[in-house]
């Protein structure tokens, strides 16, 4: 098993579950955070056993509290952008990830965090969760994908909202308005409502996953043509065996099994 100083990173079912580990910070995002963590997802790129993530913050107060607050008041014009930069690579890694990766979100998700939990293909939180990008309270603007990922998931209004006023909502409201797919009452239940939605989309053909994940995200990416990525996505879906099965089992009237050749 894979060792780190701020996560912890276990594989169970072919689930890789990644918990971010400072919880004296509240889970802060510094830099050695930032690289473990892609470190961790690159794992989960190659590790054929792995079918899937999750991803969470230890203890029951928070996800991520943002990005740690310490280390971003010492930057300047030059280093600031380089450390926005460097957060936006990893977590578009996870965004394109080939394998679903679900947020877990156990508590405070701002900042960094609200990003980190945007950037995963679904989010889950427990009730108590609080989500916001308050940036600007401390000068500055999101610097790891918010502001687009904000509006993306809750449009353009909803987002400039949040993003000028810095507000803070509870997960009911995040549910409201788009930018959470479930609530759950309890932290046990965000763990079973998590494991839940897992299996179901494991479940699934994993290269039908792969495809779904790519075409969505084609959709917003500048310069690419999302129609053409999703006919390439099917395209690519009717070459595998999955495929076969999948349309055999419908015909034959059974559950398909589904391989991942
Ligand atoms: N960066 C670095 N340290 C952080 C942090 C962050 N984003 N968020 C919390 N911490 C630290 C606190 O400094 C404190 O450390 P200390 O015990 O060494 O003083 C510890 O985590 C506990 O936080 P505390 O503020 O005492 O907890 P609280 O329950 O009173 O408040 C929050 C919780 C989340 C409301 C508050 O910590 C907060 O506002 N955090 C910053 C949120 C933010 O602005 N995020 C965006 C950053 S770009």
Known sequence: ?????????????????????????????????????????????????????????????????????????????????????????????????????????????????????????????????????PEVNLGVIPGYGGTQRLSQLIGKSKALELLLTGDIIDAEQAADLGLINHVTATQEQLWEKTHELLNKILSKAPRALEMVIQSVNAAYEPGQNGYQTEANGFANCCATQDFKEGTSAFLEKRPPKFTGN
């Open 1 to 133: 098993m894979l060792k780190f100083s701020n996560l912890i990173f276990a594989i169970e079912n072919s689930i890789a579950t990644i918990t971010i580990n400072r919880e004296d910070k509240l889970n802060a995002l510094n830099t050695a955070t930032i690289e473990e963590l892609r470190l961790a997802v690159r794992v989960i790129y190659d590790d054929t056993e792995i079918r899937a993530g999750i991803i969470t913050g230890i203890g029951g107060k928070s996800f991520v509290a943002g990005a740690d607050i310490s280390e971003v008041a010492q930057l300047n014009e030059l280093n600031g952008r380089k450390y926005a930069e460097i957060g936006q690579e990893v977590f578009r890694m996870i965004e394109n990830a080939p394998k679903p990766i679900i947020a877990a979100i156990n508590g405070y998700a701002l900042g960094g965090g609200c990003e980190l939990a945007m950037s995963c293909h679904l989010r889950i939180a427990v009730q108590t969760a609080k989500f916001g990008q």
